[in-house]
């Protein structure tokens, strides 16, 4: 049973740092893509960054101070958020897929997901 599980989420200050993991487990992860997702109340899911073999990509709106990473010895991803924004505030949503993709539906499997909350 593939189960990912997200861990590092609180309540910064603008301007802050946090580290968002994903622990990944029942696959083999190497292989595949990993991606970060959030939804904010009232909006719909979107694509923040993801990683695979083949490179990283992000968003527009996080590029320049969001980094992701992974460990495959771990099965973990990382997200490295710095100069966080309140609109930054969402909950994130860690993500496996065969390919390196933006859309949420190329996603097969999902964890919980972890709450951000950024105050101004």
């Known amino acids: 049973q593939v189960q990912l599980v997200e861990s590092g989420g609180g309540v910064v200050q603008a301007g802050g740092s946090l580290r968002l993991s994903c622990a990944a487990s029942?696959?083999?992860?190497?292989?595949?893509?990993m991606g970060w997702f959030r939804q904010a109340p009232g909006k719909e899911r979107e694509f923040v960054a993801a990683?695979?073999?083949?490179?990283?990509r992000y968003a527009d709106s996080v590029k320049g101070r969001f980094t992701i990473s992974r460990d495959n010895a771990k099965n973990t991803v990382y997200l490295q958020m710095n100069s966080l924004k309140p609109e930054d505030t969402a909950v994130y949503y860690c993500?496996?897929?065969?390919?390196?993709?933006?859309?949420?539906?190329?996603?097969?499997?999902w964890g919980q997901g972890t709450q951000v909350t950024v105050s101004s």
């Open positions: 993500a496996t897929s065969r390919a390196l993709v933006y859309a949420a539906v190329e996603y097969d499997y």
């Open positions: 029942g696959r083999t992860f190497s292989g595949y893509a």
């Open positions: 990683i695979s073999w083949s490179g990283t």
